[in-house]
Structures are given as C-alpha cells and as structure tokens.
C-alpha cells in the first residue's frame, strides 16, 4: 500500500467511527440537548475526516474543489443547525434531563 492509500484508510476509518459514536450517543442519551450535542460534534468530525479521505483520494482535480467546498459548508452549517435546534427546543420550554434528588 501506498502512503496515500494508508492516509485515505486512516481518514476514513476515524470517519465511521466518530459516525458509530454519534449514532451510539444518539440511541443512547436522555434528551434532546445531549443528543444535540452529541450527535453534532462528533458527526461533523466524522463527515470532515470521511470527506478529508474522498479529496486525497481523488488527487488533484476539480471534484477535489468540490470536496473542500463541501468540507467547508458542513464545518458551517452542523453546529450552526444543532444550535438553532436546540434553542428553538429552549424557547419552547423543553428542559433538559435531569436526576431528581429523590431519586438519588
């Protein structure tokens, strides 16, 4: 295998894991702000590590440009959209998941 080759597996490997791990916090989290939180973070390192691999593995072209470009317009709008999520979920007076000290 090439370095290039190695590189691509590298990226795209840490990709379907931090994917794994937003599905995984997603499934598994309480509420709504968690699940945001979770899912945003570690699904948008996820996407930028996958798509890193897509343009190294594409070389220099055009589709590369491409990629970048979409590299950029996921680094913006994932968190941007997971906040105005969960404000609107604060707005609507949804409050987070909390332990009762009863319960405790």
Do not use: C
């Not at 997603?26 to 702000?33: A, K």
């Not at 317009?73 to 987070?96: D, K, L, S, V, Y």
């Amino acid at each position: 295998m090439t370095p290039r080759e190695i590189a691509v597996l590298v990226l795209a490997a840490g990709g379907v894991f931090f994917a794994v791990v937003a599905v995984i916090g997603l499934v598994r989290l309480p509420d709504l702000y968690t699940r945001a939180h979770s899912t945003s973070k570690s699904e948008t390192l996820g996407a930028m590590l996958t798509l890193t691999a897509v343009a190294i593995s594409f070389g220099i072209d055009l589709s590369t440009v491409k990629v970048v470009l979409l590299l950029l317009f996921m680094f913006i709008t994932n968190p941007t959209a997971a906040h105005a999520i969960t404000r609107a979920a604060t707005e609507q007076g949804i409050e987070p998941w909390t332990v009762d000290e009863d319960e405790s």
